[in-house]
């Protein structure tokens, strides 16, 4: 069975950093183009990084303070967030393409995502 589970997510304060993972189960990341997107409270989701044939790209919202990276061999994705804001507060959710995305690709230009998990940064 095809799937994406995400981890990592929790309550963050202001400034502090965290570490998405998102693992693979039922096939192989290798040559997929991979994306994180979020979902605040009452909006619609957001792409905010993806790595498409080897290029990683990013947001305006979340440039220089978010690193994607991804583990072929552990079948990983991982996203890490530093200088967390409290506008950064949603749900976090990887996808998985085999065709080449953008960072503004919607998230039905993907093949699969995840349930997502839930970042919260407050004081």
């Not at 995305?101 to 039905?108: G, R, T």
Request: charged share 20%.
């Amino acid at each position: 069975q095809l799937q994406l589970v995400e981890s990592g997510g929790g309550l963050v304060q202001p400034g502090g950093s965290l570490r998405l993972s998102c693992a693979a189960s039922g096939f192989t990341l290798g040559g997929y183009a991979i994306g994180w997107f979020r979902q605040a409270p009452g909006k619609d989701y957001e792409g905010i990084s993806c790595m498409s044939s080897g290029i990683s790209k990013y947001a305006d919202a979340v440039k220089g303070r978010f690193t994607i990276s991804r583990d072929n061999a552990k079948n990983t994705v991982y996203l890490q967030m530093n200088n967390l804001k409290p506008e950064d507060t949603a749900i976090y959710h990887c996808a998985v393409s085999r065709r080449d995305v953008d960072v503004d690709s919607p998230l039905y230009d993907y093949d699969y995502w995840g349930q997502g998990t839930q970042v919260t940064v407050s004081s």
